[in-house]
């Protein structure tokens, strides 16, 4: 996709539990770190221990080299060379934390205008400039039908964002229909409550969970690819 540019909307939509908090947190956030720009993320579905949890696993396999599976935070019973490396990745959040570089902040209740302040307030604060928004939905005091609140909604945040304001860069993730779930191709139809809300969207990327038949050997397995310079290599 070229990066994250500042003045644009990028949106990850995905269906309930297919990892959309998970790709914010593994791989669309330590990207922003690791080029020394400042992050703000705001949750308004996923707990913030889940998160601290998340990013401190994503420091022992990237930073620390040191990988530790979900299962063994879950479990306990560490190892003294685990244990150091833990204790040495928490060392490293609250230094991103000290230094205003990775700013987590769990909403009570949910509404856009919250989140128009609070992007203003640590853009004038600590000149953040990348945004991370999980999950776009419908505002708790809304009066209208969903799909208009959140047509408007799309378009007050981007009007916030665009280069002519305050021109940063927003990721926001969002759900699909419930109808979505049978679907194996996915498009902007497919995504919940407000299609319109893509308008103002610089890129909308959709994610599913791979079915059981689309495994290797299965009816329906998957030619997958990655690419390297022009050369498309199979994996």
């Known amino acids: 996709i070229g990066g994250l540019k500042r003045g644009n909307i990028y949106s990850l939509t995905a269906p309930s539990g297919a990892g959309k908090s998970t790709i914010l947190i593994n791989y669309i956030m330590p ?5 020394n720009e400042r992050c ?15 990013l401190l696993l994503y420091c022992c396999t990237n930073i620390l080299n040191h990988p530790i599976q979900k299962v063994q935070l879950r479990d306990g019973h560490f190892d003294k060379e685990t244990l ?25 209740h949910y509404t856009t205008d919250i989140v128009v302040k609070l992007i203003k307030k640590y853009k004038n604060l600590f ?11 419908e505002s708790s005091d809304s009066q209208e039908e969903g799909y208009r609140e959140m047509l408007k909604s799309s378009v007050k945040l981007y009007d916030l ?17 419930k109808s979505s779930l ?20 610089s890129v909308s990327l959709l994610c599913r969970r791979v079915e059981p038949n689309e495994y290797k050997g299965e009816k329906n397995e998957l030619k997958c690819f990655r690419v390297e310079g022009k050369t498309k290599l199979p994996f």
């Open 182 to 201: 049978r679907n194996r191709h996915l498009t902007n139809m497919d995504i919940g409550q407000s299609k319109s809300v893509v308008d103002v969207f």
């Open 161 to 177: 964002i665009k280069p002519a304001v305050l021109n940063v860069c927003l990721v926001m993730s969002m759900q699909t229909s």
């Open 84 to 108: 150091d490396t833990l204790h040495k990745a928490a060392d490293w959040l609250e230094e991103q934390d000290r230094n205003h570089n990775l700013i987590v902040i769990p909403l009570e």
């Open 127 to 137: 000149d953040i400039n990348y945004f991370i928004l999980d999950t776009f939905k």
């Open 40 to 54: 703000c993320m705001f949750l308004n579905e996923e707990d913030v221990k889940k998160v601290k949890k998340e």
């Open 31 to 35: 990207k922003i770190l690791e080029r």
